[in-house]
């Protein structure tokens, strides 16, 4: 019965994931995740050069076009792929190698938690700005998407007005 996934508002999660004690903060950061890192990454973010590549990870469509809405701005700001899968995102963000990655958690395939588990693997020496943006705004997955790398966890109904001044700032240009 413990193995059994839960159902949480529609999302389907692992039952460690809804256990606090499963998620809690490792007591010392992995090499590479420590502040020093942090700085570097936001240093890298910051030496973009011409408009900043943005993949979208988001399965509605409609929410897509809000996305890219939000954050499309020429010159500054440029989607450069849409996935709505886990795989096609990874292979997408594999080829594209985009500076920012705004991920929702549910997905038609797979899931954006085990897109940022992916990315943070790879130990990259510039990480890109992973955000988060679901409707399943629950303080355990919050701290799930923050071990596994997430920059930010935004509430698709509460802050989707706080996503392009993240941006702005992460990069520089606000």
Do not use: W
Request: hydrophobic residues 45%; charged residues 20%.
């Amino acid at each position: 019965m413990a193995d059994r996934p839960t159902i949480v508002s529609g999302l389907t999660t692992a039952p460690a994931l809804l256990d606090p004690a499963a998620v809690a903060s490792p007591s010392a950061p992995e090499p590479g995740t420590g502040p020093g890192a942090q700085a570097a990454n936001v240093e890298a973010r910051r030496r973009v050069e011409g408009a900043v590549q943005v993949l979208l990870i988001e399965d509605l469509p409609r929410v897509q076009q809000i996305l890219r809405d939000v954050v499309e701005e020429p010159g500054l700001y440029e989607v450069c792929a849409v996935a709505d899968g886990e795989a096609q995102a990874i292979a997408d963000f594999d080829r594209l190698q985009p500076h920012a990655v705004i991920i929702d958690l549910k997905l038609r395939q797979g899931s954006g938690l085990g897109f940022l588990q992916s990315v943070r693997a790879r130990k990259l020496a510039a990480q890109p700005l992973l955000i988060v943006i679901t409707n399943h705004a629950l303080p355990v997955l919050e701290t799930a998407c923050r071990q596994a790398g997430a920059d930010h966890f935004l509430d698709k109904s509460r802050d989707l007005g706080r996503l392009r001044g993240l941006m702005d700032q992460a990069f520089g240009r606000a």
